[in-house]
């Protein structure tokens, strides 16, 4: 209301942020019973092996009455998937689990990791959770997802990892590591002159097939 949007505007957005909000309501309704306390932009400092250290923001921790601490972060669209995140390929949740294990939150202490879970932002019956952890022992799945106390472990070994591949010059600077990956867009990416080149691959298809 404050931004006096165009009439249009208001039209299109207006419902699909009731629709979000009575989603994302309904579905914290459900969940208050089992939660002691909540933490929301928690900011993480932890001191790794090698000299280095991971800092960031959580959008949300949450205290359980089981005694483990949830990790919630909130998206308005698709990406990362569960497969990107269990895979490491997007490490931020299993990252923030890593910080919370070695007490990295400070507001928050050194707790056991719960679920990481992301909330898909998305009016009605698109709203959604995922939770990128599970357990290993009750997957039938031949590659079942980890528990979320190993992808921290994998997620901050692989970091050190590539951190002293970087430092010690072994491995060089990219503007972006998967290449074939366009959902994920790197910081370098007009640098190395992405756009032009994805471009110019298409039109080169393009004429091939013409």
Same mark, same amino acid.
């Given at each position: 209301a404050e931004a006096d949007?165009?009439?249009?505007?208001?039209?299109? !957005?207006? +419902?699909?942020?009731?629709?979000? *909000? =009575?989603?994302? &309501?309904? !579905?914290?309704?459900? =969940?208050? #019973?089992?939660i002691r306390q909540s933490f929301t932009e928690a900011q993480a400092a932890l001191d790794l092996p090698g000299g280095f250290k991971l800092t960031g923001y959580a959008d949300r921790i949450d205290m359980t009455r089981g005694g483990v601490a949830d990790i919630i972060d909130y998206k308005t669209g698709s990406s990362p998937s569960l497969k990107q995140a269990r895979t490491l390929v997007d490490p931020q949740l299993a990252l923030e689990a890593a910080a919370l294990q070695g007490g990295g939150f400070a507001n928050v202490g050194a707790r056991e990791p719960g679920d990481l879970i992301y909330v898909r932002l998305r009016p009605g019956d698109k709203f959604k959770t995922e939770t990128v952890n599970g357990? +290993? *022992? @009750? @997957? =039938? #799945?031949?590659?079942? +997802?980890?528990? @979320? *106390?190993? &992808?921290?472990?994998?997620?901050?070994?692989? &970091?050190?990892?590539l951190l002293t591949l970087l430092k010690t010059g072994k491995r060089g600077f990219l503007s972006r590591v998967l290449p074939e990956s366009a959902a994920i867009i790197g910081d370098y990416d007009h640098l190395a002159r992405v756009a032009e080149w994805a471009s110019g691959e298409d039109n080169e298809e393009g004429d091939a097939d013409g």
């Open positions: 949007l165009p009439a249009h505007i208001e039209a299109t !957005w207006r +419902p699909r942020f009731d629709e979000t *909000a =009575r989603a994302f &309501l309904n !579905w914290e309704k459900a =969940r208050q #019973s089992d357990d +290993p *022992a @009750s @997957s =039938r #799945s031949k590659t079942p +997802p980890k528990t @979320s *106390a190993q &992808l921290a472990e994998d997620a901050a070994r692989e &970091l050190v990892k």
